[in-house]
């Protein structure tokens, strides 16, 4: 059998999801009732209102609600109408938790040296202003005091940085520069390097200096020991006390030849492999600048005759050490030699096939350009009583080290 009965179901559900749609309005309409109905700004407070700075990080807690979406500038004025700046026009959503603000009675300036100072004792009114999106505004204002001793400011005195270009290539002439100045009182100190492209080097990270001369270097490398390339660079030290005053000083530094030198043994032949005592010894080497910035060197020129009881450093009277280090050389020595240390290699050459008064700075140093290939050719006169000696030649970078060492190994046998 059917029934009669009128089927209900679809009106039902058409009259539910009626009720919904009416109920979802409601609660929107009622959303965005509350809303609207927030204040942009309100509870604003400051608590403590006095503040007395004694360098242990006192502060006051000035809070705030905002009810909308605003840009917050919060600034104080002091009893001529001088305005101090906080915070200006700081974007806030909209939160029923405050926002607070640490003030240390500190404030930004204007002065290209003085980045922050603290304030002047004295009666000050505190502003918070909120403007909301649509243009709506509105501030609160609460009267603050700062009590204390006027204390003197930090400063960075006599600030130099020597030479204001540098070459980082290992060459032992400019290689570093030197940051000196003076504080005259206690300060925290950061020195930074900024590249042309923005990016900051640290050289001096909160370092807690007293009240002295300062001195420290920076050759022209990244914290991982990478070299920077060529260009100007900025320099900043800045000195914060302990009452919150910055006070920051800039300049320019350049960097030019930055490099790493490197050079190869590209040929070396130790003749005769025979002779008797008191005779003599001919080394032909070939020396290549494989890097990329030129290569300083000074010593015995090419042709220059050693015995083996001589030493590099006593040749004239120590002349060719008498300059700073860092000059290339290429040297011989043997295996039996009890030198050890700086006796090694006691035979050296300058790294030049030419005379020394043709050198680039003539009777001083000659220069091996990147890419370019000289033959020096050095003897020895053999006055060692060994019946077999083991000769071998290796470049030497004064004060620096050993490199390519021991490279051509060459039994010579020595009649008596």
């Given at each position: 059998?059917?029934?009669?009965?009128p089927?209900?179901?679809?009106?039902?559900l058409?009259?539910l999801?009626?009720?919904a749609?009416?109920?979802?309005?409601?609660?929107v309409?009622?959303?965005f009732?509350?809303?609207?109905?927030?204040?942009l700004l309100s509870?604003?407070?400051?608590?403590p209102?006095t503040?007395?700075?004694?360098?242990a990080g006192?502060?006051?807690?000035?809070?705030?609600r905002?009810?909308r979406?605003a840009?917050v500038t919060?600034?104080?004025?002091d009893?001529?109408?001088?305005?101090y700046?906080?915070?200006?026009?700081e974007?806030?959503a909209?939160?029923?938790d405050p926002?607070?603000l640490?003030f240390?009675?500190?404030?930004p300036?204007?002065?290209?040296?003085?980045q922050?100072r603290?304030?002047?004792?004295?009666?000050y009114?505190?502003?918070?202003?909120?403007?909301?999106?649509?243009g709506?505004s509105?501030?609160?204002?609460?009267p603050?005091t700062?009590?204390?001793?006027?204390i003197?400011?930090p400063?960075?005195?006599?600030?130099?940085?020597?030479?204001?270009?540098?070459?980082p290539?290992?060459d032992?002439v400019d290689?570093?520069?030197?940051?000196?100045?003076r504080?005259?009182?206690s300060a925290?100190?950061d020195?930074?390097?900024?590249t042309?492209?923005?990016?900051?080097i640290?050289v001096?990270?909160?370092?807690?200096?007293g009240?002295a001369?300062?001195?420290?270097i920076?050759n022209g490398?990244?914290?991982?020991?990478?070299l920077?390339?060529?260009?100007?660079?900025?320099?900043?030290?800045?000195?914060?006390?302990?009452?919150?005053?910055?006070v920051r000083?800039?300049?320019?530094?350049?960097l030019?030849?930055?490099?790493?030198?490197?050079?190869?043994?590209?040929?070396?032949?130790i003749?005769?492999?025979?002779i008797?005592l008191?005779e003599?010894l001919?080394?032909?080497?070939?020396?290549?600048?494989v890097g990329?910035v030129?290569?300083?060197t000074?010593?015995?020129?090419?042709?220059y005759?050693?015995?083996?009881?001589d030493v590099?450093?006593?040749v004239?009277?120590?002349r060719?050490t008498?300059?700073?280090?860092?000059?290339?050389?290429?040297?011989m020595?043997w295996d039996a030699?009890?030198?050890?240390?700086?006796?090694?290699y006691?035979?050296?050459?300058?790294?030049s096939?030419?005379?020394?008064e043709?050198?680039?700075?003539?009777?001083e140093?000659?220069w091996?350009?990147p890419?370019?290939?000289?033959?020096i050719?050095?003897?020895?006169?053999?006055?060692q009583?060994?019946?077999?000696?083991g000769?071998?030649?290796?470049?030497?970078?004064d004060?620096?080290?050993?490199?390519?060492?021991?490279?051509?190994?060459?039994?010579?046998?020595?009649g008596f």
């Open positions: 059998m059917y029934s009669t009965r089927h209900t179901r679809p009106h039902l058409k009259a999801a009626r009720y749609a009416l109920l979802l309005l409601a609660s309409s009622l959303l009732s509350a809303c609207a109905a927030q204040p509870d604003v407070q400051c608590e209102t503040l007395r700075p004694s360098g006192e502060t006051l807690a000035i809070s705030y905002i009810g979406d840009d919060i600034y104080l004025l009893d001529t109408g001088e305005r700046e906080l915070r200006v026009t974007p806030r909209a939160d029923p926002y607070t640490h240390d009675g500190t404030a300036t204007s002065d290209p040296i003085v922050q603290l304030l002047p004792s004295g009666a009114t505190l502003v918070v202003e909120a403007v909301g999106s649509g709506a509105a501030a609160e204002r609460l603050i700062i009590e204390g001793d006027d003197p400011m400063d960075i005195e006599n600030l130099v940085v020597f030479p204001e270009t540098i070459s290539n290992a032992a290689d570093i520069a030197q940051i000196t100045y504080l005259p009182i925290t100190v020195i930074n390097i900024t042309p492209g923005g990016q900051s640290p001096v990270t909160r370092d807690e200096e009240p001369e300062w001195q420290h920076w490398e990244r914290p991982d020991g990478s920077l390339s060529d260009g100007v660079y900025t320099y900043t030290v800045q000195a914060e006390d302990r009452y919150g005053n910055v000083r800039q300049g320019q530094i350049a030019e030849n930055v490099g790493q030198p490197e050079a190869r043994i590209a040929y070396a032949s003749a005769p492999e025979r008797m008191g003599t001919t080394v032909t080497m070939r020396v290549e600048n990329d030129p290569i300083r000074y010593g015995p020129p090419s042709g005759t050693y015995t083996t009881d590099f450093s006593s004239e009277d120590g060719y008498a300059q700073a280090g860092g000059f290339w050389r290429i040297g020595d030699n009890s030198g050890g240390g700086p006796k090694r006691p035979f050296r050459w300058a790294l096939d030419k005379p020394p043709e050198w680039t700075l003539p009777g140093e000659d091996l350009m890419g370019e290939e000289v033959e050719v050095g003897r020895v006169r053999v006055l009583r060994e019946t077999k000696m000769f071998y030649v290796g470049l030497i970078q004060g620096v080290g050993f490199f390519q060492d021991r490279s051509a190994r060459t039994i010579i046998e020595v």
